[in-house]
């Protein structure tokens, strides 16, 4: 067992792992945020994805020693400061960007990598950007609605699929 210390959602956390532990394993097993989902296990799907030092990452496919030291941020620490939700969550939530639910937590997070390096993203941008996230209830005409809104564009011209 390694002890690791990481800064999750900017509180400082640590706990012993073995070399095999994943990042998500570590951050919904040993942490309890359950946020982060697990649905392939193979970095497919992009339910795992959260942000390491500001970048985005599955993190089935990155193990927690990796992260050791760097700041992670997850779907818990979306939230505004008053719990209320953030441009993007309430973007999702408005423009009905989710449907069962299980993919949200992956797409909002790479929505927000995406936000913060290209703050007006084409449409084109987005679907491309989404490309490592999967949604199986093909809600991805009102994923893309969601990021264009909450950027601040009009989603009268997002073309249906």
Do not use: W
């Not at 690791?4 to 570590?26: C, D, H, I, P, Q």
């Not at 939700?85 to 309430?90: E, R, S, Y």
């Not at 999967?134 to 564009?153: D, E, F, P, W």
């Amino acid at each position: 067992m390694t002890q690791v210390t990481m800064t999750v959602n900017g509180k400082a956390v640590s706990g012993e792992v073995e070399g095999r532990t994943l990042l998500s394993t570590f951050l919904r097993e040993h942490l309890g945020l359950t946020g982060t989902h697990v649905g392939c296990d193979t970095a497919q799907c992009g339910a795992c994805t959260v942000h390491v030092d500001g970048k985005a990452v599955k993190s089935c496919n990155m193990l927690a020693l990796e992260a050791d030291g760097a700041s992670v941020d997850t779907i818990e620490g979306q939230a505004n400061p008053d719990g209320s939700l953030n441009a993007i969550q309430a973007a999702f939530q408005e423009h009905h960007g989710l449907q069962c639910g299980f993919c949200t937590p992956g797409m909002v997070m790479a929505a927000a990598a995406l936000l913060k390096e290209n703050p007006k993203p084409t449409e084109a941008e987005i679907r491309h950007h989404l490309s490592g996230n999967l949604c199986r209830c093909t809600g991805y005409h009102n994923i893309v609605k969601a990021i264009m809104a909450a950027s601040g564009q009009d989603v009268a011209a997002v073309a249906a699929e």
